[in-house]
């Protein structure tokens, strides 16, 4: 079965820098895009960035130049480098992929503060 479990998370001051990962399995990880969201308290879910099979890379504009996804398919993990961190970074991520359904990770919890 599909498996997404993420890291990395943890307090960072405002300026600072990240890098989660998501260990994939259960899947053809390869021939699959992969997805970054974020939940912040009290607000909806949000995309944050998605990497396709062929490594083409998309970005919301709130962390555009700030943020890198990228994928290691012989290591079946996705990263999200995050850089310049601001408090309003401050949510917990997902890891996720769409295969007829989407599937979710347990997240991992980014706080920016000083």
């Known amino acids: 079965q599909v498996q997404l479990v993420e890291s990395g998370g943890g307090l960072v001051q405002p300026g600072g820098s990240l890098r989660l990962s998501c260990a994939a399995s259960g899947f053809t990880f390869s021939v699959n895009a992969m997805y970054w969201y974020r939940q912040a308290p009290g607000k909806e879910r949000e995309l944050v960035a998605t990497?396709?099979?062929?490594?083409?890379?998309s970005y919301a504009d709130s962390v555009k130049g700030r943020f890198t996804i990228s994928r290691d398919n012989a290591g079946n993990t996705v990263y999200l480098q995050m850089n310049s961190l601001k408090p309003e970074d401050t949510a917990v991520y997902y890891c996720?992929?769409?295969?007829?359904?989407?599937?979710w990770g347990q997240g991992t919890l980014v706080t920016v503060s000083s």
């Open positions: 990497i396709t099979a062929t490594s083409s890379t």
């Open positions: 996720s992929i769409w295969r007829g359904q989407r599937y």
